[in-house]
C-alpha cells in the first residue's frame, strides 16, 4: 500500500498550490479519503475529507472558502486545491484513508509520507 503525496513547497501569502495524492495497493474507491496537516508545535489538524464516489465533501472551518478536495477513482489520485493561503496554514499535509466518516486526525487505515507546504514572504 502507498500513498505518496506531492505539490508542496513555498507560497507567498495570498498564492496557491495544488496538492496531489497518488494511491496504490488497495481500492482507493472504497475508502474516505482526507488530508490532514501538522504544523510545528501543533497538534494534528484534521483538513478536510471526501466520500468514496467524491460527492459529499467537508472542511475545517480554518480552510472552508479557501481549500477544495477532490479525488479521480480512475486515476486513483486525490487533490487539495489550496488558495488565498495564510503563513498559518504552513504544515506538512498527509493523505490518509479510512472506511468511515470523522474528524478526528487520528485512526486512518492508511498514511502517505506527507508533502511540506510552507507559507511565507
Known amino acids: 500500500v502507498q500513498l505518496v503525496e506531492s505539490g508542496g513547497g513555498l507560497v507567498q501569502p495570498g498564492g496557491s498550490l495544488r496538492l496531489s495524492c497518488a494511491a496504490s495497493g488497495f481500492t482507493f474507491s472504497a475508502y474516505w479519503m482526507y488530508w490532514v496537516r501538522h504544523a510545528p508545535g501543533k497538534r494534528l489538524e484534521w483538513v478536510s475529507v471526501i466520500n468514496t464516489g467524491g460527492d459529499i465533501t467537508d472542511y475545517a472551518d480554518s480552510v472552508k472558502g479557501r481549500f477544495t478536495i477532490s479525488r479521480d477513482n480512475a486515476k486513483n489520485t486525490l487533490y487539495l486545491q489550496m488558495n488565498s493561503l495564510k503563513p498559518e496554514d504552513t504544515a506538512v499535509y498527509y493523505c490518509?484513508?479510512?472506511?468511515?466518516?470523522?474528524?478526528?486526525?487520528?485512526?486512518?487505515?492508511?498514511w502517505g509520507q506527507g508533502t511540506q507546504v510552507t507559507v511565507s514572504s
Open positions: 490518509a484513508a479510512r472506511t468511515y466518516y470523522s474528524t478526528n486526525p487520528n485512526g486512518f487505515v492508511y
